[in-house]
Protein backbone atom coordinates (compact mmCIF):
# COMPACT_ATOMS: atom_id res chain seq x y z
CA UNK A 1 0.00 0.00 0.00
CA UNK A 2 1.25 3.21 -1.22
CA UNK A 3 0.85 6.21 1.24
CA UNK A 4 1.53 10.17 1.01
CA UNK A 5 1.40 12.65 3.86
CA UNK A 6 -2.05 14.54 3.63
CA UNK A 7 -0.79 16.58 6.77
CA UNK A 8 2.55 16.69 9.23
CA UNK A 9 4.83 19.06 11.38
CA UNK A 10 8.25 18.98 12.08
CA UNK A 11 8.90 17.17 15.58
CA UNK A 12 10.72 20.09 17.85
CA UNK A 13 11.90 20.05 20.99
CA UNK A 14 9.17 21.26 23.78
CA UNK A 15 9.03 22.24 27.55
CA UNK A 16 6.17 22.11 28.80
CA UNK A 17 5.64 21.14 32.33
CA UNK A 18 4.94 17.05 32.64
CA UNK A 19 1.84 15.87 32.63
CA UNK A 20 0.13 12.69 33.80
CA UNK A 21 -3.31 10.66 33.42
CA UNK A 22 -4.06 12.88 30.07
CA UNK A 23 -6.21 13.06 27.54
CA UNK A 24 -4.85 14.80 23.84
CA UNK A 25 -7.02 15.74 21.28
CA UNK A 26 -5.25 17.25 18.26
CA UNK A 27 -6.61 18.87 15.28
CA UNK A 28 -4.81 18.23 11.99
CA UNK A 29 -6.15 19.88 8.29
CA UNK A 30 -5.55 17.23 6.00
CA UNK A 31 -4.69 18.86 2.41
CA UNK A 32 -5.31 14.96 0.17
CA UNK A 33 -9.13 13.28 0.60
CA UNK A 34 -8.87 9.56 1.02
CA UNK A 35 -10.47 6.33 1.95
CA UNK A 36 -7.62 4.91 4.25
CA UNK A 37 -5.42 6.23 6.39
CA UNK A 38 -2.54 6.13 9.16
CA UNK A 39 -1.61 8.46 11.96
CA UNK A 40 2.27 9.19 12.99
CA UNK A 41 3.19 9.87 16.30
CA UNK A 42 6.87 11.15 17.35
CA UNK A 43 8.44 10.90 20.84
CA UNK A 44 11.90 11.87 18.80
CA UNK A 45 12.69 14.82 21.94
CA UNK A 46 11.95 12.60 24.64
CA UNK A 47 14.60 11.35 26.78
CA UNK A 48 12.52 8.35 28.10
CA UNK A 49 9.69 5.54 26.57
CA UNK A 50 5.88 6.76 27.16
CA UNK A 51 3.03 5.17 26.52
CA UNK A 52 -0.71 6.01 24.48
CA UNK A 53 -3.88 4.08 24.62
CA UNK A 54 -7.15 4.05 22.99
CA UNK A 55 -6.07 6.41 19.78
CA UNK A 56 -8.96 7.44 17.78
CA UNK A 57 -9.26 9.86 14.80
CA UNK A 58 -12.55 11.50 13.79
CA UNK A 59 -13.76 14.57 11.62
CA UNK A 60 -13.98 17.68 14.03
CA UNK A 61 -17.31 19.15 15.00
CA UNK A 62 -17.02 22.17 17.30
CA UNK A 63 -14.02 23.24 18.54
CA UNK A 64 -12.92 20.20 21.00
CA UNK A 65 -15.65 17.83 19.33
CA UNK A 66 -15.71 15.54 16.98
CA UNK A 67 -18.46 13.59 14.69
CA UNK A 68 -18.95 10.19 16.75
CA UNK A 69 -19.89 8.67 13.62
CA UNK A 70 -16.60 9.25 11.82
CA UNK A 71 -14.28 8.07 14.83
CA UNK A 72 -12.34 4.86 13.84
CA UNK A 73 -9.99 3.13 16.54
CA UNK A 74 -6.38 3.38 16.12
CA UNK A 75 -4.58 0.41 17.06
CA UNK A 76 -0.46 -0.48 16.77
CA UNK A 77 0.30 -3.82 15.38
CA UNK A 78 -3.36 -4.84 16.39
CA UNK A 79 -3.50 -3.64 20.29
CA UNK A 80 -5.04 -0.47 21.68
CA UNK A 81 -1.90 0.46 23.32
CA UNK A 82 1.86 0.81 22.32
CA UNK A 83 5.05 2.07 23.74
CA UNK A 84 7.15 4.15 21.92
CA UNK A 85 10.62 4.11 22.47
CA UNK A 86 12.42 7.12 23.18
CA UNK A 87 13.87 9.27 20.35
CA UNK A 88 11.51 7.05 17.84
CA UNK A 89 8.53 7.35 15.88
CA UNK A 90 5.21 5.24 15.88
CA UNK A 91 3.34 4.30 12.92
CA UNK A 92 -0.56 3.27 13.67
CA UNK A 93 -2.28 -0.10 11.81
CA UNK A 94 -3.89 1.51 8.37
CA UNK A 95 -7.42 2.14 8.62
CA UNK A 96 -10.52 2.71 6.55
CA UNK A 97 -11.78 6.11 6.51
CA UNK A 98 -13.41 8.63 4.38
CA UNK A 99 -11.54 11.18 4.67
CA UNK A 100 -12.13 14.34 2.18
CA UNK A 101 -9.49 16.90 0.93
CA UNK A 102 -9.40 19.90 3.21
CA UNK A 103 -10.72 17.87 6.15
CA UNK A 104 -10.59 18.85 9.55
CA UNK A 105 -9.85 16.01 11.60
CA UNK A 106 -9.01 15.14 15.51
CA UNK A 107 -6.67 12.69 17.00
CA UNK A 108 -7.23 11.32 20.44
CA UNK A 109 -5.21 9.44 23.04
CA UNK A 110 -4.71 8.67 26.44
CA UNK A 111 -1.43 9.09 27.97
CA UNK A 112 -1.95 6.31 30.96
CA UNK A 113 1.18 7.26 33.11
CA UNK A 114 3.38 10.43 33.66
CA UNK A 115 5.52 11.89 30.56
CA UNK A 116 7.19 14.89 30.05
CA UNK A 117 5.93 16.70 26.81
CA UNK A 118 9.16 16.73 25.08
CA UNK A 119 8.38 16.25 22.12
CA UNK A 120 5.91 18.75 19.67
CA UNK A 121 5.12 21.46 17.50
CA UNK A 122 5.02 24.59 19.09
CA UNK A 123 3.69 27.86 17.90
CA UNK A 124 1.00 25.66 15.52
CA UNK A 125 -1.33 29.33 15.00
CA UNK A 126 -4.18 26.67 15.33
CA UNK A 127 -5.30 25.20 18.87
CA UNK A 128 -5.72 21.66 20.26
CA UNK A 129 -6.39 20.46 23.47
CA UNK A 130 -5.92 18.44 26.77
CA UNK A 131 -7.59 17.32 29.85
CA UNK A 132 -7.09 15.25 32.88
CA UNK A 133 -8.31 12.07 33.08
CA UNK A 134 -9.17 9.36 30.33
CA UNK A 135 -11.86 11.04 27.92
CA UNK A 136 -10.94 9.09 24.60
CA UNK A 137 -14.26 7.85 23.97
CA UNK A 138 -16.24 10.63 24.39
CA UNK A 139 -17.34 12.98 21.71
CA UNK A 140 -16.98 16.39 23.49
CA UNK A 141 -13.82 16.30 25.86
CA UNK A 142 -14.67 17.92 29.14
CA UNK A 143 -12.53 20.56 31.22
CA UNK A 144 -9.92 21.44 28.54
CA UNK A 145 -6.83 22.83 28.69
CA UNK A 146 -6.25 25.04 24.80
CA UNK A 147 -2.70 24.90 23.36
CA UNK A 148 -1.45 26.45 20.49
CA UNK A 149 1.11 23.37 19.71
CA UNK A 150 0.43 19.87 19.06
CA UNK A 151 1.97 17.38 21.15
CA UNK A 152 3.14 14.17 20.01
CA UNK A 153 1.33 13.99 16.97
CA UNK A 154 3.15 14.37 13.76
CA UNK A 155 1.60 13.09 10.48
CA UNK A 156 -1.70 12.35 8.88
CA UNK A 157 -1.08 10.04 5.68
CA UNK A 158 -3.38 8.09 3.19
CA UNK A 159 -3.07 5.47 0.62
CA UNK A 160 -2.75 6.89 -2.45
CA UNK A 161 -2.04 6.34 -6.14
CA UNK A 162 1.88 5.82 -7.15
CA UNK A 163 1.30 9.10 -9.07
CA UNK A 164 -0.20 11.37 -6.25
CA UNK A 165 2.02 14.10 -5.57
CA UNK A 166 3.37 15.11 -2.17
CA UNK A 167 5.13 18.31 -1.42
CA UNK A 168 7.05 18.92 1.57
CA UNK A 169 8.39 22.51 2.46
CA UNK A 170 11.47 23.04 4.18
CA UNK A 171 11.11 26.56 5.99
CA UNK A 172 11.65 28.32 9.39
CA UNK A 173 8.45 30.85 11.09
CA UNK A 174 7.67 32.55 7.08
CA UNK A 175 6.45 28.80 6.40
CA UNK A 176 5.04 28.21 9.66
CA UNK A 177 3.08 31.20 9.53
CA UNK A 178 3.78 33.31 12.53
CA UNK A 179 2.00 36.11 13.36
CA UNK A 180 -0.94 34.48 11.35
CA UNK A 181 -4.64 34.89 12.61
CA UNK A 182 -4.81 31.34 14.79
CA UNK A 183 -6.87 28.86 13.33
CA UNK A 184 -6.96 31.13 9.87
CA UNK A 185 -4.65 28.47 8.33
CA UNK A 186 -2.64 31.17 6.32
CA UNK A 187 0.61 29.78 5.73
CA UNK A 188 1.27 29.11 2.28
CA UNK A 189 1.27 25.70 2.00
CA UNK A 190 -2.40 25.47 3.18
CA UNK A 191 -2.86 28.59 0.50
CA UNK A 192 -1.47 25.99 -1.97
CA UNK A 193 -2.90 23.25 -1.18
CA UNK A 194 -6.23 25.07 -1.83
CA UNK A 195 -4.79 25.81 -5.41
CA UNK A 196 -4.06 22.13 -5.86
CA UNK A 197 -7.51 21.22 -4.88
CA UNK A 198 -9.40 23.64 -7.06
CA UNK A 199 -7.52 23.04 -10.29
CA UNK A 200 -6.02 19.31 -10.14
CA UNK A 201 -8.45 17.79 -7.61
CA UNK A 202 -8.66 16.23 -4.14
CA UNK A 203 -6.51 13.05 -5.13
CA UNK A 204 -3.33 15.33 -6.77
CA UNK A 205 -1.42 16.57 -3.81
CA UNK A 206 -0.53 16.11 -0.37
CA UNK A 207 0.97 19.44 1.31
CA UNK A 208 2.92 18.75 4.59
CA UNK A 209 4.58 21.67 6.11
CA UNK A 210 8.00 20.99 7.71
CA UNK A 211 8.45 24.90 9.16
CA UNK A 212 9.54 25.66 12.12
CA UNK A 213 9.81 28.72 13.99
CA UNK A 214 13.44 30.21 13.79
CA UNK A 215 15.09 27.45 11.74
CA UNK A 216 18.34 28.22 9.80
CA UNK A 217 20.13 26.11 7.68
CA UNK A 218 23.63 25.87 8.98
CA UNK A 219 22.81 26.31 13.02
CA UNK A 220 20.53 24.47 15.45
CA UNK A 221 18.23 26.77 17.64
CA UNK A 222 16.61 26.21 20.88
CA UNK A 223 13.38 25.14 18.97
CA UNK A 224 14.65 23.14 16.75
CA UNK A 225 17.53 21.41 14.52
CA UNK A 226 19.25 23.11 11.71
CA UNK A 227 17.67 22.35 8.46
CA UNK A 228 20.74 20.46 7.28
CA UNK A 229 20.26 18.15 10.55
CA UNK A 230 16.65 17.51 10.05
CA UNK A 231 16.35 17.26 6.55
CA UNK A 232 16.16 13.40 6.17
CA UNK A 233 14.35 12.89 9.21
CA UNK A 234 11.52 15.44 8.06
CA UNK A 235 12.14 15.94 3.79
CA UNK A 236 13.34 12.14 2.54
CA UNK A 237 11.42 10.26 5.00
CA UNK A 238 8.10 12.11 4.71
CA UNK A 239 5.30 9.45 3.25
CA UNK A 240 5.30 9.48 -0.21
CA UNK A 241 7.43 12.56 -0.95
CA UNK A 242 7.70 13.68 -4.62
CA UNK A 243 8.40 17.58 -4.29
CA UNK A 244 10.62 19.81 -2.45
CA UNK A 245 10.60 23.52 -1.44
CA UNK A 246 12.65 25.10 0.52
CA UNK A 247 12.96 28.85 1.46
CA UNK A 248 15.16 28.46 4.46
CA UNK A 249 18.36 31.48 5.45
CA UNK A 250 16.79 34.78 7.00
CA UNK A 251 17.31 33.35 10.33
CA UNK A 252 20.77 32.64 9.43
CA UNK A 253 21.14 35.83 8.37
CA UNK A 254 19.28 37.95 11.50
CA UNK A 255 21.76 35.55 13.95
CA UNK A 256 19.37 36.76 16.98
CA UNK A 257 21.46 35.36 19.42
CA UNK A 258 24.80 37.52 17.98
CA UNK A 259 26.92 34.90 17.97
CA UNK A 260 30.40 35.66 16.27
CA UNK A 261 30.89 31.93 14.94
CA UNK A 262 27.18 32.30 13.47
CA UNK A 263 27.41 35.42 11.84
CA UNK A 264 26.14 34.30 8.24
CA UNK A 265 28.18 34.50 5.03
CA UNK A 266 26.88 34.02 1.35
CA UNK A 267 29.42 31.34 0.84
CA UNK A 268 28.80 29.29 3.63
CA UNK A 269 24.71 29.57 3.18
CA UNK A 270 25.16 28.80 -0.35
CA UNK A 271 27.14 25.81 0.30
CA UNK A 272 24.04 24.89 2.67
CA UNK A 273 21.85 25.35 0.20
CA UNK A 274 23.50 23.51 -2.63
CA UNK A 275 23.24 20.28 -0.13
CA UNK A 276 19.47 20.44 -0.02
CA UNK A 277 19.65 20.22 -3.67
CA UNK A 278 21.80 17.38 -4.03
CA UNK A 279 20.34 15.56 -1.24
CA UNK A 280 17.04 15.53 -2.60
CA UNK A 281 18.05 14.64 -6.02
CA UNK A 282 19.61 12.12 -4.50
CA UNK A 283 16.23 10.68 -2.93
CA UNK A 284 14.64 11.27 -6.09
CA UNK A 285 12.90 14.59 -5.23
CA UNK A 286 12.23 17.51 -7.00
CA UNK A 287 13.58 20.13 -5.49
CA UNK A 288 12.17 24.22 -5.56
CA UNK A 289 14.17 27.33 -3.53
CA UNK A 290 12.78 30.24 -3.09
CA UNK A 291 14.48 33.62 -2.56
CA UNK A 292 14.90 35.11 0.99
CA UNK A 293 12.36 37.70 2.10
CA UNK A 294 13.30 41.39 3.18
CA UNK A 295 13.37 42.27 6.60
CA UNK A 296 14.64 45.96 7.63
CA UNK A 297 13.89 47.47 10.23
CA UNK A 298 12.26 44.18 11.87
CA UNK A 299 10.77 45.17 15.16
CA UNK A 300 10.66 41.01 16.33
CA UNK A 301 13.90 41.02 17.26
CA UNK A 302 15.34 44.72 17.26
CA UNK A 303 18.56 45.18 15.78
CA UNK A 304 18.87 42.07 13.74
CA UNK A 305 19.10 43.35 10.48
CA UNK A 306 22.22 45.53 9.29
CA UNK A 307 23.32 46.82 6.02
CA UNK A 308 26.21 44.09 6.36
CA UNK A 309 23.83 41.14 6.74
CA UNK A 310 21.52 43.02 3.76
CA UNK A 311 24.81 42.48 1.49
CA UNK A 312 24.58 39.29 1.98
CA UNK A 313 20.75 38.41 1.51
CA UNK A 314 21.20 40.20 -2.19
CA UNK A 315 24.09 38.03 -2.55
CA UNK A 316 22.56 34.80 -1.98
CA UNK A 317 19.42 35.68 -3.49
CA UNK A 318 21.38 36.67 -6.45
CA UNK A 319 22.63 32.88 -6.38
CA UNK A 320 19.42 31.55 -6.12
CA UNK A 321 18.14 33.16 -9.29
CA UNK A 322 21.54 32.02 -11.60
CA UNK A 323 21.95 28.85 -10.44
CA UNK A 324 20.94 25.37 -11.74
CA UNK A 325 20.95 22.64 -8.93
CA UNK A 326 17.38 23.33 -8.03
CA UNK A 327 15.09 22.08 -10.35
CA UNK A 328 13.27 25.57 -10.22
CA UNK A 329 13.00 29.27 -8.16
CA UNK A 330 10.59 30.82 -6.90
CA UNK A 331 10.91 34.23 -6.18
CA UNK A 332 8.99 35.13 -3.00
CA UNK A 333 11.53 38.08 -2.75
CA UNK A 334 9.85 39.82 -5.61
CA UNK A 335 6.91 38.67 -4.56
CA UNK A 336 6.59 40.24 -0.83
CA UNK A 337 9.61 43.45 -1.53
CA UNK A 338 8.47 47.06 -1.89
CA UNK A 339 9.61 47.79 -5.30
CA UNK A 340 10.09 51.73 -3.64
CA UNK A 341 12.51 50.14 -1.08
CA UNK A 342 13.24 46.71 -2.12
CA UNK A 343 15.18 45.93 1.56
CA UNK A 344 11.62 46.02 2.78
CA UNK A 345 8.26 44.09 2.70
CA UNK A 346 5.61 45.81 0.77
CA UNK A 347 3.24 47.49 3.78
CA UNK A 348 0.02 45.10 2.64
CA UNK A 349 2.43 42.50 2.86
CA UNK A 350 3.55 43.13 6.18
CA UNK A 351 1.95 42.14 9.79
CA UNK A 352 3.48 44.78 11.43
CA UNK A 353 7.20 43.89 12.22
CA UNK A 354 9.11 43.89 9.13
CA UNK A 355 9.80 40.29 9.07
CA UNK A 356 7.05 38.23 9.02
CA UNK A 357 4.05 38.78 6.12
CA UNK A 358 0.31 39.48 7.09
CA UNK A 359 -2.21 36.70 6.62
CA UNK A 360 -2.57 38.35 2.61
CA UNK A 361 1.23 38.17 2.90
CA UNK A 362 1.52 34.69 3.44
CA UNK A 363 -1.74 33.82 1.20
CA UNK A 364 0.26 36.06 -1.66
CA UNK A 365 3.20 33.43 -1.59
CA UNK A 366 1.13 30.36 -1.87
CA UNK A 367 -0.68 32.35 -4.63
CA UNK A 368 3.02 32.92 -6.63
CA UNK A 369 3.73 29.45 -7.04
CA UNK A 370 3.49 28.15 -10.27
CA UNK A 371 1.00 24.76 -10.28
CA UNK A 372 2.98 23.81 -13.26
CA UNK A 373 6.09 22.75 -11.03
CA UNK A 374 4.06 19.94 -10.36
CA UNK A 375 2.88 18.44 -13.30
Known sequence: MHFTGTWATSPQPLDHPPLENTTFRMSARCALAGKSLRVRFSNGHGAHPM?????????????AGVEASSRRTLTFGGFSRA???????????????DLPALA?????????????????????RQTSYFAKGDHAAVDDLPGVEKIDSWF??????????????????????????NISTPNAYCRWPDQLARRLLAERGPGFAGVMNMGTGGNRILHDNANSWSGLRRFDRDIVAAPGATHLIVILGVNDLRNRRNVAAEEANAPAMIAGLGQFAARAKAAGLKAYIGTLTPYENETFVPGCWNPSREKVRLAVNDWIRAQNDFDATIDFDRALRDPANPSKLLPKWDCGDHLHPSDAGYNHMGDCIDLGLFE
Do not use: C, W, Y
Open 104 to 124: DVMVTFHVPGGVAVSTGHGGA
Open 83 to 97: TIAEGALLLSDPIDF
Open 51 to 63: EIANASIALRKGE
Open 152 to 177: FLSGVDVASQATTRGIVTLGDSLTDA
